[in-house]
T-cell receptor
């Protein structure tokens, strides 16, 4: 158990809909990262927040948005969903300090768009 | 530009040794990570190298050569549970210290 929690574990929805994925980082971690992993594909970095502020953006579509709240949990909003958005969405957290500053991953949310 | 290469798939025998290579081209190298990911599960941290040389951690070791842009993960005494994907990721200073991920190497262990 990494200490990072994600809800829901599974989500099935239809094209055109909007969903919200939630992530709670490890206690004390200030950084939250969102990744997308399609079937048999590598991890695609979407976005990073640090202590409530957006720190870096990756290959995040305009239909997707995220935020980090004062209690440091984060939400990823996906709208106008398309079939190709079906994937595993991982949240990771890190302390933001130290030479390692390794990322700890949550169990993921499996999104299926029908 | 950013580029990380790993073999797509490797097969090894239980009890043997396997070496998974990773080559990279990045701007402002700031460390290399190896993660293990079982199918459908979250990646878990295995090792971190920022200086040249070998880091050993039980059955797993990781090596780095910054001048060659090269790393490998060495797995000894392979067990069936080592069947997983192994992801190489480089932290890049010029990308605001983000991790640039390789596509991963799927390791299949046979009895």
């Amino acid at each position: 158990d990494s200490g990072v929690t994600q809800t829901p574990k599974h989500l099935i929805t239809a094209t055109g809909q909007r969903v919200t994925l939630r992530c709670s980082p490890r206690s004390g971690d200030l950084s939250v990262y969102w990744y997308q992993q399609s079937l048999d594909q590598g991890l695609q970095f979407l976005i990073q927040y640090y202590n409530g502020e957006e720190r870096a953006k990756g290959n995040i579509l305009e239909r997707f948005s995220a935020q980090q709240f004062p209690d440091l949990h984060s939400e990823l909003n996906l709208s106008s969903l398309e079939l190709g958005d079906s994937a595993l969405y991982f949240c990771a957290s890190s302390s933001g300090k130290g030479s390692y500053n390794e990322q700890f991953f949550g169990p993921g949310t499996r999104l299926t768009v029908l | 530009g950013q580029n990380i290469d790993q073999p797509t798939e490797m097969t090894a025998t239980e009890g043997a040794i396997v070496q998974i290579n990773c080559t990279y081209q990045t701007s402002g190298f700031n460390g290399l990570f190896w993660y293990q990911q079982h199918a459908g599960e979250a990646p878990t941290f295995l090792s971190y190298n920022v200086l040249d040389g070998l880091e050993e951690k039980g059955r797993f070791s990781s090596f780095l050569s910054r001048s060659k842009g090269y790393s490998y993960l060495l797995l000894k005494e392979l067990q069936m549970k080592d069947s997983a994907s192994y992801l190489c990721a480089v932290r890049e200073r010029d990308s605001n210290y983000q991790l640039i991920w390789g596509a991963g190497t799927k390791l299949i262990i046979k009895p």
